[in-house]
């Protein structure tokens, strides 16, 4: 049963919220778990909520992924106190409350006046979420042991993405693979080239290192009058990796010209000077975290993640739409599609392996 408001107002009470709730509403665009928005007088103020039930399908030990996101969140209040998720926890003390049937909530106090952009609007909002993504990596650096848990085992794994992928293919257990074999084709021709940065990491030649994971630009809050980053989100899969799965995942939806579920593949092509706004905004706060390794990786980090994207939405769309809530038939194919238009739209942008300030044209 998909949990909804009920599910919600059984798990309330279970957390110290201001005033009389006024109102509650779902909330956001996130693949994964129910949000909603609650809505709180408080003596005549406004106080917002944000609530989202965990989805326990795709993150199996809750409680160790909470365990995270309170370490993480108190971390990053620390570092700039205001400008950083805060968790609400239960009375009890625990940073979730559990509904009647079992199911994991939390509650995050709303951030006021933000937004999120599905699309990037301009080469300074760009910069600016590139930047946000960059201080994120650095106000972590500092993290204190002992190390975060993995809540999605192998969550970049090019090699083990591509397994699923080829197991699809063969088993093809709703009969879709016929009609998609130029797609199949295509991706499976670029799993030596979307292995290098993975290889980089099992070789030791690049760091492991707390990161976020699934830095999609709509994961940076933005203040609503001056446009300036005010919040990282979504801090699920923030656990140990490598800082050019979180660059790359920036370049894949912050460089795009069409949303990642556009029907129309056509219209999606990559973005250079979004692409240049954005590596200097990264650059310039994550400079000094930087190795030559990971420098030398950077330009091909976009294109590993919208490869590695597009295969598991390929992958979902052959296993009969089992991982990605989907709202129209062949909405994971459409997904697919976009990513191999980005790469495509890369290569013959650049022309090389190689992107940077110098070499988009």
């Known amino acids: 049963m998909t949990p909804g408001p009920n599910d919600l107002m059984q798990v309330l009470p279970q957390f110290p919220l201001s005033g009389t ?7 956001g665009s996130g693949h994964i778990n129910r949000t909603y928005l609650s809505m709180y007088n408080d003596q005549g103020q406004l106080v917002r909520y944000i609530h989202q039930r965990i989805n326990e399908q795709v993150f199996r030990q809750p409680e160790q992924l909470m365990e995270n996101i309170q370490r993480v969140t108190a971390h990053l209040q620390t570092k700039n106190p205001g400008r950083a998720l805060r968790l609400v926890s239960a009375f009890d003390g625990r940073p979730y409350a559990i509904d009647a049937e079992g199911g994991y909530w939390r ?7 933000t937004r999120a952009c599905d699309m990037i609007e301009s080469d300074a909002q760009a910069q600016e979420i590139g930047r946000a993504i960059g201080h994120f990596q650095r106000q972590l650096a500092d993290f204190p042991a002992p190390p975060l848990h993995e809540t999605i085992p192998n969550f970049h794994n090019a ?3 591509f397994q699923a992928f080829r197991q699809a293919v063969h088993a093809d257990p709703v009969g879709r693979a016929a009609s998609v074999q130029p797609e199949i084709a ?13 290889k980089a990491v099992e070789a030791g030649t690049i760091p492991v290192r707390i990161t976020h994971n699934d830095t999609k630009a709509n994961n940076v809050l933005l203040d609503q009058n001056t446009g300036e980053a005010v919040c990282v989100i979504d801090l699920d899969t923030v656990m140990p990796g490598t800082l050019l799965y979180d660059f790359g995942d920036l370049v894949r939806t912050a460089t795009s010209t069409a949303l990642e579920d556009d029907p129309d593949a056509s219209n999606m092509e990559f973005h250079p000077s ?3 706004a954005l590596y200097r905004g990264f650059t310039e706060e994550a400079a000094d975290l930087l190795t030559p390794a990971e420098r030398e990786l ?4 976009g294109r590993t993640l919208a490869v590695i994207m597009g295969v598991r939405f390929l992958t979902d769309y052959l296993m009969g739409d089992t991982y990605y809530p ?13 990513q191999k238009a980005l790469v495509e739209s890369m290569d013959s942008r650049i022309g090389s392996s190689s992107y940077s300030d110098s070499t988009t044209r």
């Open 186 to 198: 295509w991706f499976s021709a670029q799993e030596d080239r979307t292995s290098l940065i993975l």
């Open 21 to 27: 709730l006024h109102e509650v509403r779902p909330y």
């Open 274 to 276: 979004r692409y240049r």
């Open 159 to 161: 090699r083990l993405r």
């Open 326 to 338: 989907i709202h129209r038939p062949g909405h994971n194919f459409d997904r697919a599609r976009t």
């Open 107 to 113: 509650t995050y106090h709303y951030i006021e006046n």
């Open 298 to 301: 950077l330009p091909e980090a």
